[in-house]
Every structure is written in structure tokens, then in C-alpha cells.
């Protein structure tokens, strides 16, 4: 089936697009993009720059999906998004490409970007993430599987949000926020485990328990970040995957911990 383009869309010479795509009216497909099949871009929305997007996408009316970077050190040409499958892009959403050209900003699968959200130049984003309206990435973020992103929060450059993680609504995030967390304020503190998210994860009883053990071990029992990873090493649940994703984000921290 070819692709469905309405006749008010606008789609650049050089543009690649599979059987089933469908692009709504008014809508704008830069040269250098490759869209999947199975991928709407509805009326209004833009898609640009060398931005390659999987199957079974979203890009909802008004969203812009592409866009040059916001970094001063840009010094031109067209550079690179990666996005997988199933993601949405709701209404005014921006998702912008790379600072130059050996570099990318990566999404994977299934992420919901909701309304007037930004994910900027070289944020590397796993699979399932969950970001609220109004909310901010800066450059340069990664972000584990399975993150909420609370409404309005900021997220500053460089930071880590590790999986299963949870940063609450209009909070201030200037460290890494640590696997299977809730962090909030400004700010922003890790506060208690996500016990919810864990659950719908399928982490088991135990699990989750000993995902409590460790949020108590790094903030709870008066241990500076070295002993609490000592500690941890020491621990006959070493080999849990609870504490092995925990120490693992830990030592890859350039920015500490919230």
C-alpha cells in the first residue's frame, strides 16, 4: 500500500516514506527523513532534518519533530534523530536532531511525549518512557526504561534518569536521578522508592523490598556514596538485578546523585 499524503502536505524531494505511512494535511517532511511504515504525521505537524523513524509512530498536529539545535556551538548543516517504534508525539512537542554530524539524538520504543514537551539535542532515551505536558530535557540527558517524567519538570544537561525511575511534577533535576526512584522538588531530592512502578514492571514482593534496602542504604544510614557502594558490594544480594542495575548507574555518575 502506497503512502496516504494529503494534497496540501508538503514532502521534500529525497524524502523516504513506506508503504502505510500517512501524512496529514499541511504537514511538512524535510529531504533527508526516513519514515517506517505504519507512521501518521498528522495535519499541521513537521517532521525535518536526517531523522530516520521506525514503525507504528504518532506525530500529533502542531508537534515538531527534527528541529535544529538550540546548542550555540551548531556551526550548520543538516544533522540526526533516531527514532524507533510506537512512539507519540503529542500537540507542540519539539524533538530536536544532534549538534553536529557525529552525533545523534536517540529515541527507542514506545515513549509518550505528551504536549508542549522538549527533548533536546543528543538526549539518548530508552524504551517506555512517560513524559507529562510542559516538561524539559536538556541536551545531552539519558534516560533508563520505563521513566515518568512528571508535568513541568526540568531536567538539566547531562543528567541520567535511571530505570524505573520517577521525577515529580515541576521539579528542578540537577543530578542523576537514581533506578527505581522518585525525586521531586527544587531541587530535586530522591524521596522513597517507586513502589508503583515497580509493581506494574513486574518486580516481585522481594524485589521491592530489597529496592527499599538499598534507598535506605545510600540516604537513610548516614553513608557517604563510596561506603553505600561498599556496602552494597558486601551484601550477599549482590547478584540481584535490583542491586546490580543500582550499582551499576551509581558508578557511571559524573554528576551525583539526587
Not at 3 to 10: R, S
Not at 34 to 54: C, E, Q
Not at 229 to 239: N, W
Request: aromatic share 6%; net charge neutral; with cysteine.
Amino acid at each position: 500500500m502506497a503512502p496516504d499524503i494529503h494534497p496540501t502536505a508538503l514532502i521534500e524531494q529525497g524524502a523516504e516514506l513506506d508503504e502505510g505511512v500517512i501524512v496529514g494535511a499541511y504537514a511538512y517532511i524535510g529531504a533527508q527523513v526516513k519514515i517506517a511504515k505504519g507512521t501518521v504525521v498528522m495535519h499541521h505537524a513537521t517532521v525535518d532534518g536526517a531523522t530516520t523513524m521506525g514503525a507504528g509512530n504518532e506525530v500529533h498536529p502542531y508537534a515538531y519533530v527534527g528541529g535544529k539545535t538550540h546548542d550555540l556551538k551548531y556551526k550548520g548543516g543538516v544533522q540526526r534523530l533516531q527514532i524507533g517504534d510506537r512512539n507519540v508525539f503529542r500537540e507542540f512537542t519539539t524533538v530536536h536532531c544532534a549538534t553536529t554530524d557525529d552525533q545523534i539524538t536517540i529515541l527507542g520504543n514506545d515513549n509518550l511525549v505528551l504536549s508542549y514537551s522538549h527533548v533536546a539535542h543528543e538526549c539518548v532515551i530508552g524504551n517506555h518512557l512517560i513524559m507529562s505536558s510542559h516538561a524539559a530535557l536538556g541536551g545531552h540527558v539519558i534516560v533508563g526504561n520505563h521513566v515518568n517524567v512528571g508535568w513541568g519538570a526540568g531536567v538539566h544537561q547531562f543528567c541520567r534518569l535511571g530505570d524505573h525511575g520517577m521525577v515529580g511534577a515541576a521539579s528542578k533535576v540537577v543530578q542523576d536521578v537514581p533506578p527505581f526512584t522518585i525525586s521531586d522538588g527544587n531541587p530535586a531530592v530522591a524521596r522513597t522508592i517507586n513502589k508503583v512502578g515497580l509493581e506494574r514492571a513486574g518486580f516481585t514482593k522481594d524485589e521491592i523490598s530489597l529496592a527499599r534496602r538499598v534507598f535506605k542504604t545510600f540516604y537513610k544510614d548516614g553513608l557517604n556514596r563510596s561506603q553505600a557502594i561498599e556496602k552494597l558490594r558486601a551484601s550477599e544480594e549482590i547478584d540481584s538485578r535490583v542491586v546490580k542495575i543500582f550499582l551499576n548507574f551509581t558508578a557511571e555518575s559524573q554528576r551525583g546523585l539526587s
